[in-house]
């Protein structure tokens, strides 16, 4: 069970955790590169300062979630719900946000450019 799960801090490279519930989840600082959270329910999950880059979190729901900080360059967010997610400093560099549901106002928080919306 990874609901309110605390896994701050920890290493969890090319981990797959598709479709897992981490809903509430404290996952700040956590390396998740490569990683597969491919439809994942990541709502209200803390994720501020995690290393995300390469992770697949396409069609993952991270509605309210706080990504401040987060590092999600190349990142695969396609079709993920990021409503009402934190973006503030995120680096989105090279991130696909195809049919992702975000607003204008939480990507003009992120650090850098998306590749599409």
Same mark, same amino acid.
């Given at each position: 069970m990874l609901y309110a799960a605390d896994l701050s801090d920890l290493s969890l490279e090319r981990i797959n955790l598709s479709g897992a519930d981490l809903s509430d989840a404290?996952?700040?600082h956590c390396d998740l590169v490569d990683a597969n959270l491919h439809n994942a329910h990541l709502t209200n999950a803390d994720l501020s300062g995690a290393n995300l880059v390469r992770?697949?979190?396409?069609? !993952?729901? *991270? &509605?309210? $979630? @706080? /990504?401040?900080?987060?590092?999600?360059r190349e990142a695969n967010l396609s079709g993920a719900n990021l409503s009402? !997610?934190? *973006? &503030?400093? $995120? @680096? /989105?560099?090279d991130a696909d946000l195809s049919e992702a549901r975000v607003q204008a106002e939480q990507l003009r928080m !992120?650090?850098?450019?998306h590749k599409a919306i």
């Open positions: 404290q996952l700040r992770v697949n979190l396409s069609s !993952a729901n *991270l &509605s309210g $979630a @706080d /990504l401040r900080d987060a590092d999600l009402a !997610a934190r *973006l &503030s400093r $995120a @680096d /989105l560099t !992120a650090r850098s450019p």
